[in-house]
T-cell receptor, first 113, second 112 residues
Framework: NAGVTQTPKFQVLKTGQSMTLQCAQDMNHNSMYWYRQDPGMGLRLIYYSASEGTTDKGEVPNGYNVSRLNKREFSLRLESAAPSQTSVYFC????????????FGDGTRLSIL | KQEVTQIPAALSVPEGENLVLNCSFTDSAIYNLQWFRQDPGKGLTSLLLIQSSQREQTSGRLNASLDKSSGRSTLYIAASQPGDSATYLCAVHTSGTYKYIFGTGTRLKVLA
């Protein structure tokens, strides 16, 4: 019953450092998503991948890159971390185009000093 | 552009009370609307998904309704319990996109 697995769970970075957040799902879902959650702003979509081999920008893509490595894995990379990227990051997946619920991972809590 | 609003932002009720959480959205062209629960420091747990052609969905003490024409959904919780304390979020899947737009949530506290 793994569902959506995110690693790491916590991370502290210094400004300018880079890192990659990992996400994997074992539900054979086509679509995968990266969100950030900030106090008072709800969840905002960073990038999504409708299917293996495709990625598209969401509401707040600046400063991030993604890779859909295969059907199971979708990674989010911060090339040069900034304090404004301090947030909780959630990965989600869903089965397809419509009427498919989203399933979420437990999140990565990222602090950038 | 789809916008999703949840009112109230926070709610405290005594145990046993029936309560209603509200979600409104600006674009009625949707595939579905999903309600989630989020406990502090945790991820989102899916509660109910209502397809655009449906009027309501039920799961245990939870009942979610959808009025697409007026851009509204409600989550009804019967006989609330302290264990229901959490933040409840709604998310709308807009037609023609793969995107889900989230409200900012209602933080519920059920007092024993």
């Amino acid at each position: 019953n793994a569902g959506v697995t995110q690693t790491p769970k916590f991370q502290v970075l210094k400004t300018g450092q880079s890192m990659t957040l990992q996400c994997a799902q074992d539900m054979n879902h086509n679509s995968m998503y990266w969100y950030r959650q900030d106090p008072g702003m709800g969840l905002r979509l960073i990038y999504y991948s409708a299917s293996e081999g495709t990625t598209d920008k969401g509401e707040v893509p600046n400063g991030y890159n993604v890779s859909r490595l295969n059907k199971r894995e979708f990674s989010l990379r911060l090339e040069s971390a900034a304090p404004s990227q301090t947030s909780v990051y959630f990965c989600a997946s869903s089965g397809g185009y419509n009427n498919q619920p989203q399933h979420f991972g437990d999140g990565t809590r990222l602090s950038i000093l | 552009k789809q916008e999703v609003t949840q009112i109230p932002a926070a709610l405290s009720v005594p145990e046993g009370e029936n309560l209603v959480l509200n979600c409104s959205f600006t674009d009625s062209a949707i595939y579905n609307l999903q309600w989630f629960r989020q406990d502090p420091g945790k991820g989102l747990t899916s509660l109910l998904l209502i397809q655009s052609s449906q009027r309501e969905q039920t799961s245990g003490r939870l009942n979610a309704s959808l009025d697409k024409s007026s851009g509204r959904s409600t989550l009804y919780i019967a006989a609330s319990q302290p264990g229901d304390s959490a933040t409840y979020l709604c998310a709308v899947h807009t037609s023609g996109t793969y995107k889900y737009i989230f409200g900012t949530g209602t933080r519920l506290k059920v007092l024993a």
